[in-house]
Nanobody, 127 residues
Framework: VQLQASGGGLVQTGGSLRLSCAASGRTDSSFPMGWFRQALGKEREFVAVISQRADKRYYADSVRGRFTISRDNSKNTVYLQMNSLEPADTAVYYC?????????????????????WGQGTQVTVSS
């Protein structure tokens, strides 16, 4: 599975961005999909996850109410709509897929459970 993330950029505080992650190879409908981020000098952290059936969605406390994760299995794509962006959201955002062979309702939050990773897209929020 190859993941290609896009949609990052520079935005002012309070602005919005929508990240996309397109999967190729095995269809991403076989996996839960997640977004993680890593700010400069910090560890990678969980942002959001969506189950295969899209019936389970979980968010980090820091983004809940501002970010929305969604997926279009027909397009093998997962999205992250980010609203009310803050300078603290500045980071490289990574999409991830996996694990396989789990319940269609499963939505893990640990990066250790994800088998496939995209290359990352930079999001910078200016104050």
């Amino acid at each position: 599975v190859q993941l290609q993330a896009s949609g990052g950029g520079l935005v002012q505080t309070g602005g919005s961005l929508r990240l996309s992650c397109a999967a190729s190879g095995r269809t991403d409908s076989s996996f839960p999909m997640g977004w993680f981020r890593q700010a400069l000098g910090k560890e990678r952290e969980f942002v959001a996850v969506i189950s295969q059936r899209a019936d389970k969605r979980y968010y980090a406390d820091s983004v809940r109410g501002r970010f929305t994760i969604s997926r279009d299995n027909s397009k093998n794509t997962v999205y992250l709509q980010m609203n009310s962006l803050e300078p603290a959201d500045t980071a490289v955002y990574y999409c991830a897929a996996g694990p396989s062979g789990v319940s269609v309702h499963y939505a893990p939050r640990s990066h250790r459970e994800f088998a496939y990773w995209g290359q990352g897209t930079q999001v910078t929020v200016s104050s």
